[in-house]
Nanobody, 117 residues
Framework: QVDLVESGGGLVQPGGSLTLSCVAT????????MHWHRQAPGKQRDLVAS???????AYTDSVKGRFTISRDNAKNTVYLQMNSLRPEDTAVYYC???????????WGEGTLVTVSS
């Protein structure tokens, strides 16, 4: 069973934009804190952005002002709008849901974002 399905990755030039989407296939979405993480080749997986069930966002410093996380609870979907992309943003981006009502943690399989000229 796949609980989270990401899409929207691809190749983009520096300075370009991409929007990632993550659809939850289970009923936990509306009560879950949703996160986007990323993992660059040879590096650890890092938290990029988070959003609470009522829509409060938070970002790691390196993406503030460039990335925007949002969610549509009616569509069970969380988005990551990425602008002014840099080569160092190249990574596999993972969607993650934390359901604090039962301690469950769900992960997607990731989508690759490559920023290169």
């Amino acid at each position: 069973q796949v609980d989270l399905v990401e899409s929207g990755g691809g190749l983009v030039q520096p300075g370009g934009s991409l929007t990632l989407s993550c659809v939850a296939t289970n009923t936990f979405f509306n009560r879950a804190v949703m996160h986007w993480h990323r993992q660059a080749p040879g590096k650890q997986r890092d938290l990029v952005a988070s959003i609470t069930p009522d829509g409060n966002p938070a970002y790691t410093d390196s993406v503030k002002g460039r990335f925007t996380i949002s969610r549509d609870n009616a569509k069970n979907t969380v988005y990551l709008q990425m602008n002014s992309l840099r080569p160092e943003d190249t990574a596999v981006y993972y969607c993650n849901a934390q359901d604090f009502s039962n301690g469950m943690n769900y992960w997607g399989e990731g989508t690759l974002v490559t920023v290169s000229s």
